[in-house]
């Protein structure tokens, strides 16, 4: 008899997007499957000097620092945020809790606020790891379909009126797989229904500085002012390195004293070494010529691949909307039947990797098994011309086959 409980043995599922890399990785082809920021754009200079900063202080590596985060590092992303119109001024660094990635924000989420048969609201498509973090809990979903502005506040309201939700989550910039945006006149209607129907939103924002086109959309967390209806969500991971393993949540300080205590319960704080590395590159860096240079450089990948796919996937019959940011093309192959059969198909036969775009979606019985997500943030603009062929062979090839 196992002595393992329900939470390993039912509730968390195998992640789709990890099989498909792992697949990728032993059949070496060429990846459109991780979610990544390409190794190139890491700032490695700055980033072993100020881990080498900050060990010159020996006292860094001998205390537990608090379990919300060190100082300095929570009142520099306050700050920020405030500069970028995201925040309320009322909003500081008391507000801000460290997390290790956006990740372990959404499992503290989860094991914060979720018992076992409540209801969370997410988008349709969502983000697949945040499913098995609500899921791992016992939340049971419901869904508002998505257009190109975000959740279609109308669906969202059908829902609500039979649905007793606690939670909605969102990803509120170049959605993942989606890549849409929502807007600000969704965002304040959405806002309105939460206080109507006493949820709380949970936005997660990790593409926002990867924007390509057009201008910024305001947040949740800003409009909200001092109703205390959101916890928004951000990270390093995508604009300086995945590795530190440095993201943060915002909270209305009501939420703060508890939410460090579950902290304080589950692993005490995160490494203040890597806290404090992380602050002397952010008070170091020049943030506005970084990201500048990331936009550039996403944007060239985008448009590379984008080309490409013009010319050899869009005849066999893909259609897709070019995303003005983030990292993903969320394409659509209307004969195709099988996107899971599909994906192994392609990296097997024409060695290229995709994700089946069903696996995004909370209920893969009734998802779209015609979609595909394809990430462009790691394939330079020479790979992305093989990558586009392979893929218009492949479905070619497996459209004859089946």
Not at 300 to 312: C, G, M, V, Y
């Amino acid at each position: 008899m196992s002595l393992l409980g329900k939470r390993v043995t039912e509730r968390i599922k195998p992640s789709a997007i990890t099989e498909m890399m792992i697949l990728v990785k032993k059949h070496k082809a060429i990846s459109l499957t991780a979610g990544e920021p390409s190794s190139e754009m890491y700032p490695v200079d700055l980033l072993r000097e100020t881990i080498e900063r900050a060990l010159r202080d020996p006292g860094i590596l001998s205390y537990y620092p608090l379990s919300t985060g060190i100082t300095e590092l929570r009142e520099w992303i306050a700050e920020w945020m405030k500069e970028d119109g995201l925040l309320p001024q009322s909003y500081g660094g008391e507000n801000v809790i460290m997390t290790n990635g956006s990740q372990d924000g959404l499992n503290l989420v989860s094991e914060a606020f979720i018992e076992p048969g409540d209801t969370v609201l997410v988008e349709n498509p969502t983000y697949p790891e945040a499913l098995l973090a609500f899921g791992k809990e016992g939340a049971r979903f419901v869904s508002v379909p998505v257009d190109k502005d975000g959740p279609i506040v109308e669906e969202m309201e059908k829902v609500l009126s039979q649905n007793k939700v606690k939670l909605f989550y969102t990803i509120v910039n170049f959605q993942n797989p989606s890549g849409c945006v929502t807007t600000e006149e969704r965002k304040k209607r959405i806002l309105e229904l939460a206080s109507r129907y006493g949820f709380l939103i949970i936005e997660d924002d990790p593409y926002r500085y990867l924007r390509y086109e057009g201008e910024h959309e305001g947040s949740y967390i800003g409009l909200a002012q001092e109703e205390d209806r959101v916890i928004y969500l951000g990270s390093f991971s995508k604009i300086i390195a995945p590795g530190i393993r440095c993201g943060y949540m915002v909270l209305p300080s009501k939420i703060v004293g508890p939410m460090g205590e579950l902290i304080l319960a589950t692993k005490l704080s995160l490494p203040a070494f890597l806290q404090r590395a992380t602050w002397e590159l952010l008070r170091n860096i020049d943030m506005k010529a970084h990201l500048a240079k990331l936009a550039d450089t996403y944007r060239t990948r985008r448009d590379a691949l984008h080309r490409f796919l013009q010319e050899k996937a869009v005849p066999q019959g893909m259609t897709y909307d070019l995303p003005k940011g983030g990292f993903f093309i969320w394409a659509r192959v209307p004969w195709l039947k099988d996107c899971f059969d599909f994906a192994k198909f392609a990296v097997l036969e024409e060695k290229v990797g995709v994700v089946p775009g069903a696996a995004f979606y909370p209920d893969v019985l009734t998802a779209d098994r015609s979609t595909l997500r394809l990430s462009f943030a790691k394939v330079p603009p020479e790979t992305a011309e093989e990558a586009g062929e392979r893929l218009g062979r492949a479905l070619a090839r497996y459209k004859e086959t089946r």
